[in-house]
Nanobody
Framework: QVQLVESGGGLVQPGESLTLSCEAS????????IGWFRQAPGMERVGIFC????????LIADSVKDRFTISRDNLRNRVSLQMNSLKPEDTAIYYC????????????????WGQGTQVTVSS
């Protein structure tokens, strides 16, 4: 059974950076794609960035382009989301999730989810 645990969230000021980590246990070769999603208060959960086992990434949220990057360390079973130049509108609970389907970033394809980590950007 695959389990995912997010960490690295917190309270930062606009313009600052955070790095979120997603640690996977029970990793199997079938968990091809890991994605980062976020859910702001009163909003739907939306995809941000996904990465497959080869390191090929898919950016879904244009609002984070050139500010967020995703990376994957298969040896350590870890996927990271580096977030720079954070804005108040980035405030949300951030989730990582796993999917069998390679290259997907559709929320419905992800069937294993972490518990989420809160990111708050405020002055």
């Amino acid at each position: 059974q695959v389990q995912l645990v997010e960490s690295g969230g917190g309270l930062v000021q606009p313009g600052e950076s955070l790095t979120l980590s997603c640690e996977a246990s029970g990793w199997t070769q079938y968990r091809s794609t890991i994605g980062w999603f976020r859910q702001a208060p009163g909003m739907e959960r939306v995809g941000i960035f996904c990465i497959d086992k080869t390191g090929t990434s898919t950016l879904i949220a244009d609002s984070v382009k050139d500010r967020f990057t995703i990376s994957r360390d298969n040896l350590r079973n870890r996927v990271s989301l580096q977030m720079n130049s954070l804005k108040p509108e980035d405030t949300a609970i951030y989730y990582c999730a796993a999917a069998d389907l390679r290259g997907t970033c559709r929320t419905r394809d992800f069937d294993v989810w972490g518990q989420g980590t809160q990111v708050t950007v405020s002055s």
